[in-house]
């Protein structure tokens, strides 16, 4: 995958190159996650946006 890919990612594509469950991500967006216009998530934005949320500690 080409890295301009990582930036316009379908919610199940995120999921996948996580390593979590579609339902995972959805949550992440129910709570608030960056996405772009139409709904794609930038896996850059997304990482961005859960380190400082978890201020770069382990979750769970």
């Known amino acids: 995958m ?3 890919d ?3 990612l379908s919610m199940k594509k995120a999921a ?3 390593h979590v ?3 995972v991500v ?10 772009n216009a ?4 930038n ?4 990482t961005a946006w859960l380190l ?3 201020k770069g500690e382990a979750v769970g």
């Open 21 to 23: 469950d579609r339902a």
């Open 43 to 46: 896996l850059y934005k997304l």
């Open 6 to 8: 990582l930036t316009k």
């Open 16 to 18: 996948e190159l996580m």
């Open 52 to 54: 400082v949320r978890t």
């Open 38 to 41: 139409n709904g794609t998530i």
């Open 26 to 35: 959805a949550e992440l967006v129910k709570q608030g996650c960056p996405r």
């Open 2 to 4: 080409k890295p301009a």
